[in-house]
């Protein structure tokens, strides 16, 4: 009989007692817990002060800064509702984990499959992109679509003819075609589901479905999704994302789709950053570009953003969680990605 390695099965043994032996992991109740002083969380209160001191000469509304499970620091109109602008796209990246999980969804049906077109109609070409391609980002669709900014326009490519899965470029008919198809999928309207299926898992304090509202117009029959949401209850998405979709001892979302959908798989070179997953942008080191400038960031790194200045930054390395928010509803109001990369550069100097 084939005798048993005991010295492989040591270090299991040793990984079990220290696990055991962790503390548990913390999450907010009806309120977020907050750190009496930052240094209890490994921060230093003078470093922190001169972050907040930086966001004071720009047009920063809101900062949240969350490790541990716990708000390390505050500051701003922290439980005010701002538009989330691009940010809608992570969260409806997040909200396709548990229908591809119980098979309702399959990414790799395309879009001639479930039905999906536009007015005018899509190619037979284009008819082929799979939703795991509109996920990415990678349709080849270059449609008209509601909700660009100038420079989605300029950056369009008008007139290529790509393959599917084939071209990023980063595309709000992709994202918006993505709401269309979850709610022709599940039957469920965008709000009402981020609401049942995330809102209320995770104690949001202050979301409800009626905070979003659907954009309509002539350039596409598949609307945009914007939606308004405060500080806090942004923070404690990122920390569900943070913990692989668990709330306390509910998976909300799928571990394995909180790891695919925000892994790299594309370069995005084409819109001055690093990479990009499922409408999560991705760092990704030795790309030409940084995941933030002014800030180096570890791979795993991964981030929601929307115009005008809003994050939502996830450093799993750290354990730590940047929301920053901007009054975006006052025009001409942002805060510039260099700007927010050097909050984040301070920061993490505040680390002790």
């Not at 209850?233 to 569900?240: I, N, Y």
């Not at 030795?286 to 115009?307: E, K, Q, W």
Request: charged letters at 25%; hydrophobic letters at 40%.
């Amino acid at each position: 009989m084939k005798k048993k390695n005991c010295n492989l099965l040591l270090p299991l043994v040793v990984v079990a007692l220290l696990a055991s032996c962790a503390a548990p992991e913390r999450y907010p109740g009806e309120q977020w817990d907050k750190a009496v002083v930052p240094e209890d969380f490994g921060f230093s209160s003078e470093q922190l002060a001169q972050a907040k001191e930086y966001t004071s000469t720009l047009n920063t509304a809101a900062v949240v800064i969350v490790s541990g499970g716990v708000i390390v620091d505050e500051w701003g109109a922290v439980d005010t509702k701002f538009m989330t602008h691009s940010i809608r796209k992570s969260f409806l990246s997040a909200m396709f984990g548990k229908y591809v999980s119980d098979g309702t969804i399959s990414l790799d049906h395309s879009l001639e499959e479930i039905g999906i077109d536009d007015d005018p109609p899509l190619t037979l070409t284009e008819r082929t992109a799979t939703i795991r391609d509109l996920l990415k980002s990678r349709s080849g669709i270059y449609h008209d679509a509601l909700y660009e900014s100038q420079r989605m326009k300029d950056l369009k490519p008008v007139g290529l003819v790509v393959r599917p899965g084939t071209h990023w470029y980063y595309n709000n008919w992709d994202f918006n075609a993505l709401g269309t198809v979850f709610m022709e999928l599940t039957g469920k309207d965008i709000f009402g589901a981020l609401e049942e299926d995330i809102a209320r898992p995770i104690g949001m304090e202050q979301f409800e479905a009626d905070d979003g509202w659907y954009v309509t117009g002539e350039e596409s029959i598949h609307a945009a999704y914007p939606f308004a949401i405060d500080a806090r209850d942004l923070a404690r998405f990122g920390l569900l994302m943070l913990r692989q979709g668990r709330w306390e001892d509910q998976q909300v979302i799928p571990a394995g789709w909180v790891y695919e959908s925000t892994r790299y798989h594309s370069d995005a070179t084409l819109y001055e950053c690093d990479g990009y997953g499922y409408m999560w942008w991705v760092a990704r080191d030795f790309n030409t570009y940084p995941h933030y400038p002014a800030v180096d960031l570890p791979d795993g790194s991964y981030s929601a953003r929307g115009a005008g200045g809003h994050h939502m930054l996830i450093i799993p390395d750290h354990d730590l969680i940047i929301v920053h928010r901007v009054n975006t509803y006052e025009r001409g109001n942002r805060v510039s990605a260099e700007e927010f990369g050097t909050l984040v550069h301070l920061i993490l100097e505040a680390r002790l």
